[in-house]
């Protein structure tokens, strides 16, 4: 199953004339209020965010799975099906390969096909979590950070295994994250594992190629319930910079205790130019990696509004590379990082219509009702028509997800896959 451009147009016809009154009617009001329109458009137009290989099957509890019809068996189909969201949207120009889940086959075949879809390699993820099938050493007591050295020197040597496979597909950034941590009070040695951890990196930074960047992702529980080695931003930060000035923190919006100040952290790490990555999904309790923006997106709003002043003051941070990190156990997953990915792009719409002058002199002279006036307007705009707009420009869907059920997509998976097929992954 291909999108073409005749598909969308064919489908976008019905939903041209309410856009057209909903898009003028807001440029309108934001023209007032002194916003060049064409400039959040291409702002919008621009912002792309990598699909994880892992997100595209459904996903499961450790209490079961319930697999979804016409998933994506192989590595091919995962791309196609990055395809399909891309054509729709727009916004989805990547894939972040999770290793070994997704080893490609043929290298060539495999690059050929992402490009026919206009899409990137993101990050390479290593996996250190489980145990692979033959492996002389257990991550049962960790990996990186483990006591024994031989389980240390494999999992270093699975790191730089995958950055030499993301080499050869034109990846240049790595995203470690670590399950490591003791479940119970007494069964490590939080120096020791701290210790090998750092110097694990160290070594796995050494062997990184020169124009790549290393991401350090933190979690504070789960699959460890006691400790976990890397569990707060500082940790990572502590590590990137033992590492050295390509490593980065990665930020996962689930892996923070609940009602922590996500924004702060943003805004810490970018003023000392160390954000590297970014894993957006949403959550009530915990990593529940649940579709972005559907519990807290008042929250997500505050975040890119961080986000947005970094990059917008910030030039010794770099460009930060986004992922959706999310779980579908019971929507379509396709559907569900349709509505990621407006989630995403809507809370970055307002964070860019945010007055920065304005906040800033309301900051300066202690009016508080102001500050939070001003950011209030910003959310309260309904900025659809613009996502709309900047879609439609760059010969996507004006309404991907009805555009996706209009063109019965799953359907027609179901009928090339199967309906038992099953993606690798968690
Ligand atoms: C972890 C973490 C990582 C992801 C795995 C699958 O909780 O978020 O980024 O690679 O899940
Ligand atoms: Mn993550
Ligand atoms: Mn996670």
Not at 12 to 38: C, I, R, T
Not at 199 to 204: A, C, H, P, T, V
Not at 334 to 351: C, P, R, V, W
């Amino acid at each position: 199953m291909k999108i073409s451009q005749q598909h969308l147009s064919e489908t976008n016809k019905k939903y041209v004339p309410a856009h057209e009154n909903n898009f003028a009617f807001l440029s309108d009001v934001l023209q007032k209020k002194g916003h060049d329109v064409a400039a959040i458009l291409k702002k919008l137009g621009d912002f792309q965010v990598a699909i994880p290989s892992w997100a595209l099957g459904a996903g499961g509890t450790r209490f079961g799975r319930f697999g979804f019809q016409g998933e994506p068996g192989n590595l091919e189909q995962k791309i196609d099906d990055v395809g399909l969201l891309h054509a729709l949207t727009q916004t989805a120009g990547a894939i972040s390969l999770h290793i070994p889940w997704d080893i490609p086959k043929d290298y060539t075949a495999i690059r050929e096909r992402a490009a026919a879809h206009g899409i990137l390699f993101d990050a390479v993820n290593s996996n250190t979590f489980q145990d692979q099938v033959n492996a002389k050493e257990s991550y049962r007591f960790g990996s990186l950070s483990n006591t024994s050295k031989a389980v240390r020197q494999q999992a270093i040597a699975h790191n730089i295994d995958v950055v030499n496979i993301g080499n050869r597909l034109g990846s240049k950034s790595l995203t470690v994250w670590l399950a490591d941590g003791t479940s119970f009070p007494g069964q490590g040695n939080f120096q020791k594992a701290l210790q090998h951890t750092q110097e694990s990196l160290q070594e796995i930074y050494t062997a990184l190629p020169d124009d790549w960047k290393l991401f350090i992702e933190y979690k504070p529980y789960e699959p460890n319930f006691y400790s976990t080695v890397i569990q707060d931003w500082g940790t990572s930060f502590m590590l990137a910079q033992a590492c050295g000035e390509k490593a980065y923190t990665l930020v996962d919006l689930g892996h923070h205790l609940p009602n922590t100040n996500i924004e702060q952290i943003v805004a810490t790490l970018m003023l000392k130019g160390k954000l590297g990555g970014f894993h957006f999904n949403d959550s009530k309790y915990g990593d529940d990696d649940l579709t972005v923006g559907s519990v807290k997106p008042y929250a997500l709003f505050l975040i890119f509004n961080a986000l947005v002043y970094g990059m917008e003051n910030n030039p010794q941070n770099p460009y930060p590379a986004w992922m959706i990190d999310a779980s579908h156990n019971i929507k379509d997953p396709l559907e569900d990082l349709m509505q990621s990915l407006e989630a995403i792009q809507e809370a970055y719409a307002k964070a860019l219509l945010v007055d920065q002058e304005q906040l800033n002199e309301a900051q300066r002279a202690h009016d508080v009702a102001r500050c939070q006036e001003l950011l209030q307007d910003a959310y309260r705009t309904d900025v659809r028509p613009l996502l709309a707009q900047a879609r439609l420009t760059n010969g996507g869907a004006l309404e991907p997800l009805k555009a996706y059920r209009d063109l019965n997509v799953r359907k027609a998976l179901v009928q090339e896959r199967g309906a038992n097929s099953i993606a690798s992954g968690l």
